[in-house]
């Protein structure tokens, strides 16, 4: 049948990923060393990658739309990154104290993100998220946090609800109850929801993803971030931006430069450093962020904010989160990750209409563009930029076919093939070649009876 054809096409072009795959599921659960790498019947391993370009192990080339989950804006290698981080290795990646460079990242930081007045690093996004609920519960002395559906924040307790249906169940075993009590999830875009969870004066932080939903899959109204601005200074509640992947991509700024509402904290994590890993942020108002201020006996035991970490602010970070920040700071890799996306969005779109497919293929205004599959109760009604129906549905088993087939053309999306993370450096060649895909990826899906 001819379902089974690429899947088949899938095997047979990949046996050393297979194989690969079979091997590491002996040594690492799952296969796979995050959840998100998971696709059926294997996923693909990987031994180098530059630019645009990313190798597998059976030696096939593919154009990478997920490098660096979103981190990528300048793609894989950028040179002033190498060279900064080889140099730094060098002279030594972790002193067990503040490093010279510290000074000149957090810096950098500050100039570009309008909320931070001042930087606490720490080793990832999960991290910085973490740091941020704690710190909004202690400066304010409330408990509980509002998120919004669909809006992903990393891997700690509190935040595992949410993400998916059902919102208020946690989408992992061995996290208490106790732990997402006190999480709120409600929809995005509705004020009076919104007005009257905030009502009582008892929610530390209400928490957004900045963009919308996994990088605006469900947008934000525009006129919603100003809400949200107004509700929380009216309640007491501080505001957070997760910028974790908006953060230099959206612009150079994050969401909060672009939109022009500054949020009281921000987490931030990946382009931070350049890709490198082992780096984040909680970053924010001066008065919030002095909860980690040393002062006397009784608040340093009793009330300050603590935190940890060995590789906190750690040199090879710094060196390459440097180098990577002042390209980014000349606002031009985003400009052309921007510009990129959006002929990426066109001519994909083109590609559905001219096989009069329904379904949307949209930016969020940045440079991730989303596909959406099916039919919409807005369609004729919107830009193609901000998708604010949340009722759609994007089911697993079609993303993991459109990230296989997208493979089987030389491009390599996230696990689910519905997601492509443009950068500066994708080039008019790369974003035709994935154009002429996606419309081989159709056909094929059409004629399997994939798509429904
Ligand atoms: C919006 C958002 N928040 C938080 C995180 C967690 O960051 P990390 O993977 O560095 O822990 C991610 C990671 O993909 C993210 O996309």
Avoid at 65 to 70: A, L, M, P, S
Avoid at 338 to 349: C, E, F, P, Y
Avoid at 381 to 403: F, H, I, M, T
Wanted: charged residues 25%; contains cysteine.
């Amino acid at each position: 049948m001819a379902r089974q054809a690429s899947a088949e096409q899938y095997e047979d072009k990949f046996p050393r990923s297979r194989e690969m795959f079979e091997r590491a599921e002996g040594m690492v659960p799952r296969g796979v060393a995050h959840d998100a790498w998971q696709v059926s019947p294997f996923p693909l391993f990987m031994t180098r990658a530059r630019g645009s370009h990313i190798w597998d192990v059976d030696g096939n080339e593919f154009i990478d739309y997920f490098g660096g989950h979103g981190g990528k804006v300048l793609g894989h290698a950028h040179p002033v990154v190498v060279q900064a981080a080889k140099e730094q290795l060098e002279k030594g990646v972790q002193f067990g104290t503040c490093c010279d460079l510290m000074l000149d990242w957090a810096g950098i930081i500050q100039k570009l993100i309008p909320s931070a007045e001042r930087v606490e690093f720490t080793n990832s996004g999960t991290e910085a998220v973490m740091l941020g609920v704690r710190l909004a519960r202690a400066y304010t002395g409330r408990k509980k946090i509002i998120r919004f559906q669909f809006h992903f924040a990393g891997a700690y307790d509190a935040v595992m609800v949410g993400y998916k249906k059902p919102f208020q169940v946690s989408v992992s075993g061995g996290v208490l109850p106790s732990a997402v009590e006190d999480t709120i999830v409600l929809p995005m875009n509705e004020e009076a929801v919104l007005e009257e969870a905030l009502r009582n004066r008892d929610v530390a932080a209400v928490m957004v993803e900045a963009a919308g939903a996994s990088s605006g899959v469900v947008g934000i109204k525009p006129s919603f971030y100003q809400t949200m601005r107004e509700l929380t200074e009216k309640y007491g509640t501080l505001l957070l931006f997760d910028e974790i992947v908006t953060g230099f991509r959206y612009s150079p700024g994050g969401v909060q430069a672009a939109v022009g509402v500054t949020p009281d904290l921000t987490t931030l994590g990946k382009g931070i450093s350049g890709v490198m890993p082992g780096a984040g942020a909680i970053v924010g108002k001066k008065n919030v962020m002095e909860m980690f201020l040393f002062k006397d006996e009784d608040w340093n035991r009793y009330q300050r904010v603590s935190h940890f970490g060995t590789f906190n602010a750690n040199p090879l970070c710094a060196a390459s989160g440097i180098a990577y920040l002042n390209v980014i700071a000349t606002g031009q890799p985003t400009q052309d990750a921007n510009r990129n996306a959006r002929k990426l969005r066109d001519g994909m779109q083109g590609k559905l209409d001219e096989r009069e497919i329904p379904g949307c293929i949209y930016d969020s205004n940045f440079s991730v563009v989303h596909v959406y599959l099916g039919k919409c109760d807005l369609q004729g009604q919107c830009a193609r930029v901000v998708c604010l129906n949340a009722g759609k549905e994007r089911p697993s088993d079609v993303g993991e076919a459109l990230y296989r087939n997208f493979a089987l053309h030389g491009v390599k999306s996230a696990a689910r093939g519905y997601d492509l993370y443009v950068s500066a450096v994708h080039s008019g060649e790369d974003l035709k070649r994935t154009m002429k895909a996606f419309g081989n990826c159709l056909d094929t899906m059409i004629e399997e009876k994939t798509l429904r």
